[in-house]
């Protein structure tokens, strides 16, 4: 069924058990098993059997047989005695299909008429045991290595126990044209992988090797690929096959959840799956952080509300809410609330995407609200309007201010092994459109960075290239919450006369910018360490305060004209600052 | 001068102020300023000159200027009011030679008389004030990608205060031919970048800013590339320049000593420096690790000696000599006794390369052993002959032995940041001959390999390909010692008789090698969990204990013809093997 899923146990990391338990938790109903991970395992392919069968897994495929076909005929005698070993052991696993890879060797010739003759042999040899031969094409393949090949010798041998294997890697990864897949009978479709990828300009096979994806993490088209797959009347599971670098090394309990998600989230895109959809985010109502309440107070935001029931404290400025926890950890954001349309229609969305529903306590008469935990803990709360307000018991605070509206954005560092997962999570669970990924280097090694959302919810997920070991500071890096306002330079003037704990930010930074540009308030930026960056449609402005917790600060941020980004250029002379103003209050030199 | 050494601050990891101090302390003469890394820094550029100076560094070349030239008059405007102030900064740095990239901007034309003009005009403007322009081609500049025609635009410019900056990753990641950098006057060669690189099949501009190396660790020929530029008569420096996403990252103190070392045998092997030759290694004369002295007997071992003044036991089987350090941290190789024609000979190369030499303890009357520390702490010590052994007090230990001979191989698992490091430690201060990296999909994580020397003395160093995190076990992972027999399968036989603690192998993977390979013994190396490998000149046998300490074991091999390896294809299996024999032993199921 397309409906069914299924995962390579090559994207996990661990044991072949390791791997079948994460699968069967994550909700897999099939695997394909690699050849390396049986022959690893201590249990003999009867057992595994058996594992699955108590797990409640199906073995859809064996994986792979390479460097059968097109060969001499001494060469072929050793191929045939190995295919029968194999199949003996498929038949022990109970294992019906077993991939065969378009051949690397050396050995190989460039004959069509023989490798269908060879591959026919193979499959009557199959057949006998009720076993079926799906051959692939690897993008890399000595003489085949397009998916219309393959599909011409299948053709061409005729055999009820031969068809081809679909991977969208080696397809897409060749730009070759899927649409020709419909022209392919569906059952003589034996299997599909599927696999995304960033787009990268390297040796395929490197690429391959190591840089897959998830369907939705990556750049390619998996539902136009997956439509055709479907439209030809492929009746097989959607089955995961990912080499990734992280992933082989990651707990593969939560990657298989994520895998997971990737398939739940393209079969709605390709139309064989419904789920609620996801209701329009029109904003951040709030985000929650442990900070002291004197530094929001610096900041200009007033203690409106305290929580009717639990240790929270509400502060607002303009429309920007923060919520204090004060039994929270010191310096995280633990929680994020996002206005919705339907705040239960969001829940049911990210119930169905396998986002772990977070357990309501509310006091009689408090919000019901439904909260969702993110990939790296922080909860995400839907919040239907301002009714969640009433939970708070007002102050007598007056709001004055200092000129902060609104919040931008929130920068959540991610954890080095769920920086893909994140941002899977952030654009099906909740519907934000991700921006491409972009790299700079920080003083301490590496960041990637992707910003999700758009001009109502803005997120940025940041994580470190390389994962970082003792020597490099701030791991992990401090999350920030972005506020808005719409005059930078007279906030920060404004802020810092109040005693605001502003970073500073050294001369050679104005030297330089003075430099790249000719600005009329060039002086005024440098006396408030205010950044500047500019795209094509505006401009930025924006500072940031010193940490205020062991990981936590804020920036204020100015949006001019119709500017996209977040200042990403000037990350790196932020995160110098505040990792020399960390080193002298510890009284270093 | 040509003896000079010089580091940019964008090879090391922290702020300006941490890599300064790096490169001082690793001795470099001078340093090239990355722009970010001073824009960054909250001391202006004359505190930077100070800093400097205190430190015995020179500043020899501030970078990098980009898209200069070959553009319209207004933007040459702006450009040349941003080289300006550029140069004041430099006046104040006490810089007197500016780096300027060919140009990327889609503003610029293909003009080269255009480009010259401008350069021209660039130089005349900095020649007023003391300070060299010095113009390199980038591999993936828009029009100027060669340093050929770099040179070519530098000479039809025909100003003092212009000439090129060669740069070898440029050069040679092109395949350009640096023979004809001796047609350039050595006077108009203004700088000399160097980096080495892998060969890798991707995108010149990623390759170049995240997989460089320092010369000696890569793939490149920098010996010939520098003696054309000394034999073109350039008078500057030796500069590194690598964009590395490990070196980013990692503590940038070994990293600098590690790059000075790259430098000193690259001077070496120019013949600009004079330096002790890596006498001969005959051999493996001991490993020193920390293990139960009950499992060396279970292996055939006899505890043959005490020494005099340590807590030391030799045990010896065959020409294998084992010491047994009862104060060492349980599981670690801590030490390894190399065979040298010339102790003192070894000791002083490894000085002049700036590996950590040991203090000498050793009581009166004892062997006067050189040792040096290799990146990751395992002590080196040089013996020449036997002598060493007078320090043991014989015990009365009969030798009967179960057929081990020697030591084969030792494996070192290196620390991730030091995996670079290591090989070119190994190469330069030992003389031994690295292979090519090899890969393999552990349990949890790709694992890279590297084996150095040859039949005499050997050794295999892994590291993660992706720092593991929190889920992996294994971190570090174990290290072993290689021993040799002339038997594989009766020395198996008879040490598991004994009661040795041997490894079992799952039936798994010898019926995947009964399927590849038609052996007549294959029973017996099932019967035996003996793992088998064989490339083109012959065959290998190995097998392995159980772990003996934390994170050490015992492998027994007999290499049979010519067989070069180390059997890596078997790793995953006993690696999978070595955890679930844990887990077992931990009662998990």
Same mark, same amino acid.
């Given at each position: 069924?397309?409906?069914?899923?299924?995962?390579?146990?090559?994207?996990?990391?661990?044991?072949?058990?390791?791997?079948?338990?994460?699968?069967?938790?994550?909700?897999?109903?099939?695997?394909?098993?690699?050849?390396?991970?049986?022959?690893?395992?201590?249990?003999?392919?009867?057992?595994?059997?058996?594992?699955?069968?108590?797990?409640?897994?199906?073995?859809?495929?064996?994986?792979?047989?390479?460097?059968?076909?097109? %060969?001499?005929?001494?060469?072929?005698?050793?191929? !045939?005695?190995?295919?029968?070993?194999? @199949? /003996? +052991?498929? $038949?022990?696993? *109970?294992?019906?299909?077993?991939?065969?890879?378009?051949?690397?060797?050396?050995?190989?010739?460039?004959?069509?008429?023989?490798?269908?003759?060879?591959?026919?042999?193979?499959?009557?040899?199959?057949?006998?045991?009720?076993?079926?031969?799906?051959?692939?094409?690897?993008?890399?393949?000595?003489?085949?290595?397009?998916?219309?090949?393959?599909?011409?010798?299948?053709?061409?041998?005729?055999?009820?126990?031969?068809?081809?294997?679909?991977?969208?890697?080696?397809?897409?990864?060749?730009?070759?044209?899927?649409?020709?897949?419909?022209?392919?009978?569906?059952?003589?479709?034996?299997?599909?992988?599927?696999?995304?990828?960033?787009?990268?300009?390297?040796? %395929?096979?490197?690429?391959?090797?190591?840089?897959? !994806?998830?369907?939705?993490?990556?750049? @390619? /088209? +998996?539902? $136009?690929?997956? *439509?055709?797959?479907?439209?030809?009347?492929?009746?097989?599971?959607?089955?995961?096959?990912?080499?990734?670098?992280?992933?082989?090394?990651?707990?593969?309990?939560?990657?298989?959840?994520?895998?997971?998600?990737?398939?739940?989230?393209?079969?709605?895109?390709?139309?064989?799956?419904?789920?609620?959809?996801?209701?329009?985010?029109?904003?951040?109502?709030?985000?929650?952080?442990?900070?002291?309440?004197?530094?929001?107070?610096?900041?200009?935001?007033?203690?409106?509300?305290?929580?009717?029931?639990?240790?929270?404290?509400?502060?607002?400025?303009?429309?920007?809410?923060?919520?204090?926890?004060?039994?929270?950890?010191?310096?995280?954001?633990?929680?994020?609330?996002?206005?919705?349309?339907?705040?239960?229609?969001?829940?049911?969305?990210?119930?169905?995407?396998?986002?772990?529903?977070?357990?309501?306590?509310?006091?009689?008469?408090?919000?019901?609200?439904?909260?969702?935990?993110?990939?790296?803990?922080?909860?995400?709360?839907?919040?239907?309007?301002?009714?969640?307000?009433?939970?708070?018991?007002?102050?007598?605070?007056?709001?004055?201010?200092?000129?902060?509206?609104?919040?931008?954005?929130?920068?959540?560092?991610?954890?080095?092994?769920?920086?893909?997962?994140?941002?899977?999570?952030?654009?099906?669970?909740?519907?934000?459109?991700?921006?491409?990924?972009?790299?700079?280097?920080?003083?301490?090694?590496?960041?990637?960075?992707?910003?999700?959302?758009?001009?109502?919810?803005?997120?940025?997920?940041?994580?470190?290239?390389?994962?970082?070991?003792?020597?490099?500071?701030?791991?992990?890096?401090?999350?920030?919450?972005?506020?808005?306002?719409?005059?930078?330079?007279?906030?920060?003037?404004?802020?810092?006369?109040?005693?605001?704990?502003?970073?500073?930010?050294?001369?050679?930074?104005?030297?330089?910018?003075?430099?790249?540009?000719?600005?009329?308030?060039?002086?005024?930026?440098?006396?408030?360490?205010?950044?500047?960056?500019?795209?094509?449609?505006?401009?930025?402005?924006?500072?940031?305060?010193?940490?205020?917790?062991?990981?936590?600060?804020?920036?204020?941020?100015?949006?001019?004209?119709?500017?996209?980004?977040?200042?990403?250029?000037?990350?790196?002379?932020?995160?110098?600052?505040?990792?020399?103003?960390?080193?002298?209050?510890?009284?270093?030199?």
């Amino acid at each position: 069924m397309p409906g069914d899923t299924a995962i390579a146990t090559v994207c996990l990391s661990g044991t072949l058990e390791d791997k079948l338990a994460a699968a069967a938790a994550a909700g897999f109903h099939g695997v394909e098993i690699f050849e390396n991970d049986l022959i690893a395992s201590r249990r003999s392919p009867s057992e595994i059997r058996r594992l699955c069968a108590d797990l409640g897994l199906t073995i859809d495929l064996y994986q792979p047989f390479r460097d059968f076909e097109a %060969v001499p005929p001494d060469l072929l005698r050793a191929n !045939l005695r190995r295919a029968r070993r194999k @199949f /003996d +052991l498929m $038949a022990e696993l *109970g294992a019906d299909t077993v991939l065969v890879c378009s051949s690397v060797s050396p050995d190989a010739v460039d004959d069509d008429e023989l490798a269908a003759a060879q591959l026919r042999e193979l499959a009557e040899l199959a057949g006998e045991r009720g076993i079926r031969v799906a051959y692939e094409a690897l993008a890399w393949g000595r003489f085949v290595n397009t998916y219309e090949h393959a599909w011409r010798i299948v053709r061409r041998a005729d055999h009820p126990a031969l068809g081809v294997c679909l991977d969208s890697f080696h397809i897409l990864s060749r730009r070759s044209d899927p649409r020709a897949i419909r022209t392919i009978p569906g059952e003589k479709i034996f299997f599909l992988q599927l696999a995304d990828a960033p787009l990268l300009d390297m040796d %395929v096979l490197h690429w391959s090797r190591h840089h897959r !994806l998830f369907p939705g993490q990556g750049a @390619f /088209d +998996l539902t $136009a690929f997956t *439509g055709h797959v479907v439209a030809a009347g492929y009746l097989g599971p959607l089955s995961l096959e990912v080499f990734n670098d992280v992933f082989r090394q990651a707990d593969p309990r939560p990657a298989a959840v994520d895998a997971m998600r990737s398939l739940v989230a393209l079969r709605e895109s390709v139309g064989v799956l419904e789920l609620p959809e996801a209701p329009r985010l029109d904003g951040h109502a709030f985000a929650e952080l442990a900070v002291p309440g004197t530094v929001l107070a610096d900041l200009g935001f007033a203690h409106v509300g305290t929580h009717r029931s639990k240790p929270v404290q509400l502060w607002q400025q303009g429309s920007a809410r923060l919520l204090v926890n004060e039994a929270a950890e010191d310096g995280t954001i633990s929680a994020l609330g996002l206005i919705s349309a339907n705040p239960a229609g969001s829940a049911r969305r990210a119930e169905s995407l396998l986002a772990p529903v977070l357990p309501r306590e509310h006091g009689p008469g408090e919000a019901d609200l439904s909260a969702v935990a993110a990939p790296d803990g922080t909860e995400i709360f839907f919040c239907g309007g301002d009714g969640w307000l009433q939970d708070f018991v007002p102050t007598r605070a007056v709001q004055s201010g200092a000129g902060i509206t609104g919040i931008d954005h929130v920068a959540l560092t991610q954890p080095f092994d769920h920086f893909d997962e994140a941002t899977l999570f952030y654009r099906s669970v909740l519907g934000l459109r991700p921006d491409p990924v972009s790299e700079f280097a920080a003083p301490f090694g590496l960041v990637r960075s992707r910003a999700v959302g758009d001009r109502d919810v803005r997120l940025t997920l940041d994580s470190a290239l390389v994962r970082r070991g003792e020597w490099a500071p701030g791991v992990p890096s401090p999350q920030h919450v972005a506020l808005t306002c719409d005059d930078a330079l007279a906030v920060a003037r404004a802020l810092r006369e109040a005693g605001a704990p502003l970073l500073e930010i050294p001369g050679n930074y104005y030297d330089d910018l003075e430099a790249r540009f000719d600005l009329p308030f060039a002086a005024r930026l440098r006396e408030n360490s205010v950044l500047y960056d500019r795209d094509e449609d505006g401009e930025f402005l924006h500072f940031c305060t010193e940490l205020v917790g062991s990981r936590v600060f804020f920036e204020v941020v100015q949006r001019i004209g119709g500017y996209r980004g977040y200042g990403v250029v000037n990350t790196p002379v932020y995160m110098t600052a505040h990792r020399e103003r960390r080193l002298s209050l510890a009284g270093v030199e």
